[in-house]
């Protein structure tokens, strides 16, 4: 089996994984998050989203945190913009990166950013052609490509339509998105292959939520059809605890532990990611989600040797 030999993981943990904590995290607090994770080696961070603070109350401090940042070269740093507005929005904070978002299931489309799969294109055309035109990277994000919380199993054909429909646009990379984190190997598989008929192999990424405990399977899968490009959020960071069932991104942790014992490269340094994760875990007044997260720290407590 020839994987690949480095994998750009991309931490959506100051995004994705804060979007629904209930307590308010200070903008200094994720701006200290990203200073960390990108002392840590992550070249790629989603820092925050330029959507309605009425829906999601926890970026509203979007400029702020993206101002605080202490920019390094060669780190890209990347925001949500759902729409003209978003995007004009974002705009003043020079993203390297904007993600329009849509789902491969209608019912989550209308929940998530209030209008059809057919309407958020629309929406999105214009976002990507701006973004194009300034020279900023247009990544696409589809959620619930195997399953959703409202229509139950989503068939592949799904996936393919809304990549052909991203494609249209000139949307330049594809995240395949398991939401609910229901996914398994095979699905994952099948869901990437109907991405794959519109986007290359380089141009596409996996953002698995690990709800069941699938996402490093997943990731797996994945790895063994050539994807190099992954989404994770450190300490395993979303979800809302109040919400039976909902979890987070699988954890930068466990994936660059696993990537690692493969000797597959990514640049980060698991200690420092391991720290990052129990210092933000603090922060949020709970015990990292990360298993490597816990048995690193749990290590150091007890002076055991590395096996
Ligand atoms: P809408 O209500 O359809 O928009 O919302 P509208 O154009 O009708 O405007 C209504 C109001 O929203 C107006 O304000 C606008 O100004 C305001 P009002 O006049 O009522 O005071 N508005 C905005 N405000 C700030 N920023 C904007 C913006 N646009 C309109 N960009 C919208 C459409 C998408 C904005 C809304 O539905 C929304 O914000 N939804 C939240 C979506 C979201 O952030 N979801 C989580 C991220 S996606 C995700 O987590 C999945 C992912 O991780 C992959 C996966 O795991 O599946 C990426
Ligand atoms: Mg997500």
Not at 51 to 80: C, F, H, T
Not at 91 to 116: K, M, T
Request: aromatic share 6%.
């Amino acid at each position: 089996m020839a994987y690949p030999s480095s994998v750009k993981l991309v931490d959506v943990g100051p995004r994705d994984g804060l979007q629904n904590e209930k307590q308010p995290v200070p903008a200094a607090a994720k701006i200290e998050l990203v200073h960390r994770l990108q002392a840590a080696g992550l070249k790629n961070i989603e820092v925050t989203s330029f959507v309605s603070p009425k829906w999601v109350p926890q970026m509203a401090d979007n400029r702020e945190v993206m101002a605080g940042i202490e920019r390094r070269p060669g780190v890209a740093y990347s925001v949500l913009t759902p729409n003209m507005q978003g995007y004009q929005a974002a705009l003043p904070s020079r993203p390297d990166e904007i993600v329009v978002f849509g789902a491969a299931s209608e019912a989550f489309s209308q929940r998530n950013i209030n209008c059809s799969i057919e309407e958020s294109i629309e929406r999105f055309r214009p976002v990507a052609e701006a973004a194009l035109a300034a020279g900023i990277h247009v990544r696409g994000a589809i959620s619930c490509t195997v399953g959703c919380p409202y229509e139950g199993e989503i068939a592949p054909s799904r996936v393919e339509l809304v990549a052909r429909l991203m494609k249209g646009i000139g949307v330049q990379h594809i995240g395949v998105a398991d939401t609910i984190g229901v996914g398994t190997p095979l699905k994952t598989r099948r869901a990437l292959e109907a991405a794959l008929r519109h986007y290359a192999v380089d141009e596409v990424s996996g953002h698995y939520h690990d709800t069941y405990g699938q996402a490093l399977a997943n990731t797996l899968a994945a790895l063994e059809m050539g994807i190099w490009q992954y989404d994770t959020s450190v300490a395993g960071l979303g979800g809302c605890p109040y919400a039976k069932g909902a979890t987070g991104n699988v954890a930068t942790e466990d994936v660059v532990f696993m990537l690692h014992g493969m000797d597959i490269d990514t640049g980060i340094d698991i200690d420092a990611l391991a720290d990052t994760g129990a210092w933000i875990s603090g922060v949020l007044g709970r015990p990292t989600q990360s298993r490597v997260g816990k048995a690193l720290l749990a290590k150091r407590e007890t002076g055991e040797v590395a096996a």
